[in-house]
């Protein structure tokens, strides 16, 4: 066990003010075994806690860290704007380049707007797509999560999976009754759905690689097929990128697999670990916003400065540097090598799972993970015996087995092999505790 007692108490006494002492469950380390990690600071690949555990680290800020924790440039951009006031509530001539720039990295986004989270962003276009459409209904697919919006807290991923509310008490009837839920990788699921409501669906949201309930890659022709459905129906083709977005490609996963969606919902690389979400696409659908159109969407903070400088900065840098994405596709592919042997080499069943940067690996005997169906047999305490030996080990992920481990550009040769020998460790320990006895 690595101490951390400096954490215990902070989590203590963060639980006399703060709802279960965090801001968002997914950091509660919940059904872990231990107490979450309270941190001091970060920098580069490397995270260090209150007690003064240092980690390399894969959480990445549950993905915007690309460029690792408080990259040089990224601070003085900052430090240069924060100068100049921190907001204004009025337009800078930064909130344009930032646009533009998304424009040029995501040829699919002609016009983009800007808000402060991921949830944000996919609620506003959800509502847009709604407004544009004149339709109710909204498909999406189960174990996604597209942030904490009440439409999408229907059998949703990520945290709410992990801490076992994917409905959650709140959502009104009304509006579950507009969410409805296809399977992912499955398209039959998609064109029933279309079929019973041929006039009602207003858009298709979905997370082009999953990565909320761990990393799922979108089976040959799956993606093609929803976006024909879309077309054939008319309805929208909603792309959540903000996981995927920036990250798979300079242009998101879109770029990656070389589909056109309607509209492009961004968060985490976009703000650079700055509170950043956005959401974008065709001209005429976009025009359909307020000021221009009627779909109303608003925020006091959006475009604020300091965010956007960061955002700015982090875009610009992996948009200028394209052979940074084949440096991370190379540090990946070692890593997963090196994981796969040490798989195995133990034996125990796993699943590995990886695209680009992000990967999982899924404690299952199932041959292969391209469902929710798949996902929900793994091994929630062989996941919870790695995590827990891993941290012992220096490495930080996930504190659930149902998400994306995140590699960034930080990641040196040395951190990827250190990961692959504590890697072996943690699996040794885990085939030990749960699997020989
Ligand atoms: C993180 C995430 C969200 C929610 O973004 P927040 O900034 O946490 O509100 C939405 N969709 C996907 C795919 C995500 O990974």
Redesign the pocket.
Known sequence: MISNSHSSRAFTEAQKYIPGGVN?PARSFKNTGIDPLFIDSAKGSKITDIDGNTFIDYVAS??PAILGHAHDEVLSALNETMHKGISFGAPTEIETRIAELVTRMVPSVDLVRMVN??????MSAVRLARGYTKRNKIIKFEG?????GDSFLIQAG?GALTHGNPNSPGVTEGVAQDTLLAKYNEIESVESLFREYPEDIAGVII?PVT??MGVIVPQNGFLEAVQKLCAQYGALLIF?????GFRLSSGGAQKRFNITPDLT?F??IIGGGM?V?AYGGKKEIMEHLAPKGPVYQAGTLSGNPLAMAVGYTTLHLLNTHPEWYEQLEKSAEILEAGIRENISAVGIPIVFNRVGSMFTQFFTDHPAVNSFTDVSTCNIDAYMHFFRTSLHEGIYYAPSQYEAAFLGLAHSPEDIEKTISAHKVALQSVKQELYDK
Request: aromatic letters at 8%.
């Open positions: 968002s549950w993905g989270s991921g949830t944000e962003a996919t996604c999560y597209h942030g904490h990520s997370e990565g909320n959540d990128e903000v996981m995927t919902c968060g985490k509170p979400g």
